[in-house]
């Protein structure tokens, strides 16, 4: 048995433990503290994180050429490259060392990747300061959702791939009764087969949360991983690489089972990796458009994907209309909508909706939100907090064509932060809209866009909001209603349309929060995405199982 495993079987038992019970659970502190990641961490970190900047990014991987044009949404130029070789050539190389990983021991394989998860753990600082500067994120949603949280998820995968492969027994004998005969007598073993090559595509926004899940599931399995991070948010996931690699050359394996693939926007190589017949697993992340795309030209039939989708909240009634007010501005805040959890569109009864304040008219409520959002962002510090940066400036057109929709309730406008002089920002845009301007609010509009729907009844805004998830895709919903039929039926419709619903959330939880080991993210029954964060489904088929049947010789 491995050292690494025997290191961490405690936590991993805990972890399996977690994803049974699913109440709250995390194995890596959110908290950026001194105390517990080392008094000069976050100083060390960002040294560490300026030394990198214009430099090639030190990793023993081979490649044939360099890559890399990342630019900060804080306006700085990484000038970092990466060693890039060909789709073929990054093929043949991780097959060739797949043999040994795959005959593996399942506590080696499980406890390599234990412990790249508790090294990348050690480095939540630096890995802080790339999410920070290749997506856009504040600081603080940088380390805990770049960091503790996506390693939370990693540990998660890894829990649900070692629970799924010790199912199946290694061997037993096997004897079947012949009435007065002699019975029947085998001995049966049974070996884990991984299925090969698995090609990981990264997102631009959440590139270790949305990646880790994927790459964790197919390496504890017994694949082989190509990670292809998008060209904007490449540093996080080479640091996670190389520290993998760095773990696997100790526990004697060769480092080519993890294998970093960069491109550019120049030279893509994601669809010659896609169509490759050699790739036998893919898991993308991104735009429903590219997903699309790899969904319908994916040799391989094994295609995890989350794409995005039209996320509602539904107004029916509240008994704290300033927490209701409060917490929809804070979840179309935070990180300036960049979430694939991010509400867009607010369903709100044309005639308004009762209150804790008496009955508030269609305008009063979207009022009400737009204020709660003024209010948060008065602070300039706890805006720029908030709201981190815009990653893509195609979203700053984004919000420019939104205005034109309907009427605008609050209008979005840059935010400056300090110390970076060039970051692009943006607050929140919401606009007004009648239900029946479907053109309006019925497709995705990435970024700080979200629409007031003016609605016929409250019946008809849950039909529409499930009708929409079903549809397009929705990965969160928002109830508020003091009604309980209301709620019931709230429940049944968006559980039909494949969506986790959130009800009456006024305090310090939001819509667009997930929770490892607790919440499933993503349900993989509607078009944002076909596969779930994480469950039994989205590690069981990485893998398939050989038996070997011996009969004794008499």
């Known amino acids: 048995m491995s050292a690494f495993f025997e290191a961490h079987r405690a936590l ?84 060739a060392a797949g043999a040994a990983w795959a005959r593996a021991t399942i506590e080696n394989r499980v406890g390599a990747c234990l412990e790249i998860i508790h090294r990348i753990n050690r480095q939540s600082f630096l890995m802080a ?53 002699d019975p029947l007598v085998l001995d049966k073993a049974w070996r884990i087969i991984p299925r090969g090559v698995s090609l990981v595509i990264g997102c631009a926004t959440f590139p270790t949360w949305n990646g880790y899940p994927a790459i ?3 390496l504890a399995t017994g694949n082989t991983v190509l990670v292809k991070p998008h060209p904007g948010a490449i540093l996080p996931l080479a640091l996670t690489v190389r520290i993998a690699r760095e773990v696997l050359k100790e526990a004697g394996f060769d480092p080519n089972v993890i294998m970093l693939a960069p491109d550019d926007a120049q030279a893509p190589i994601a669809k010659e990796l896609v169509t490759d017949p050699r790739i036998a697993i ?28 039209v996320n509602p909240i539904v107004v029916d009634s509240t008994s704290d209309f300033r927490g209701l007010c409060g917490n929809i501005a804070f979840s ?74 309907g009427a605008v309730v609050r209008d979005s406008a840059p935010v400056a932060v300090s ?3 060039q970051a ?27 629409f007031a729907i003016r609605t016929p009844s409250t019946r008809d805004a849950i039909a529409l909001a499930a009708g929409s998830a079903s549809r397009k895709g929705a990965i969160t919903a928002s109830l508020y209603s003091t009604d309980e039929a209301v709620i019931d039926a709230a429940s049944d ?10 009800v009456n959330l006024t305090g310090g939880v939001y819509v667009n929060q997930s929770a490892a080991f607790s919440d499933f993210h993503v349900t993989g029954a509607n078009p944002a995405g076909n596969a779930c964060l994480t469950d039994s489904a989205f590690v069981a088929n990485r893998f398939r199982v050989a038996t070997v049947r011996r009969q004794k010789a008499a």
């Open 419 to 421: 110390g970076f002089a």
């Open 129 to 181: 300061n790339a999410v920070m500067h290749t997506t856009g994120q504040g600081f603080m949603m940088a380390f805990q959702a770049g960091g503790p949280h996506a390693q939370d998820r990693a540990l998660e995968a890894v829990a649900y791939a070692y629970d799924e492969m010790k199912r199946v027994p290694g061997a037993a004998n096997w004897s079947k009764p012949q009435g007065k005969g």
């Open 493 to 502: 419709a968006f559980a039909k349309a494949g969506v986790a619903l959130s």
């Open 12 to 95: 991993l038992d805990q972890a399996i433990e977690a994803t049974r019970t699913r109440g709250y659970w995390s194995a890596y502190p959110e908290a950026a503290s001194g105390k517990i990641y080392g008094e000069s961490a976050k100083a060390d970190a960002e040294a560490a994180f300026r030394a990198m900047l214009g430099k090639p990014f030190d990793i023993d991987q081979p490649g044939d050429g360099r890559v890399g044009c990342e630019v900060s949404p804080y306006g700085i130029a990484l000038g970092i490259t990466y060693p890039a070789s060909s789709a073929d050539r990054l093929i043949a190389m991780s097959t």
């Open 424 to 450: 692009r920002a943006a607050s929140p845009l919401i606009v007004a809209v009648d239900a029946d301007n479907e053109a309006a609010w019925g497709e995705e509009r990435f970024g700080p866009i979200a």
């Open 332 to 405: 179309l805040t935070l990180y300036s909508g960049q979430m694939c959890t991010a509400p867009q569109n607010i369903f709100v009864p044309a005639d308004g909706i009762e209150t804790n304040e008496g009955r508030k008219n269609f305008d009063e409520v979207a009022a009400g939100i737009g204020s709660a959002i003024d209010k948060l962002l008065s602070d300039p510090d706890r805006a720029t907090a908030l709201l981190g940066a815009i990653q893509n400036e195609a979203t700053l057109k984004r919000i420019e064509a939104a205005r034109r929709l």
């Open 216 to 218: 964790f599931a197919s």
């Open 282 to 309: 893919i898991d993308f992340t991104g735009s429903p458009v590219f997903g699309q795309w790899v969904r319908e030209h994916a040799v391989t039939d094994l295609v995890f994907t989350e794409e995005a989708g």
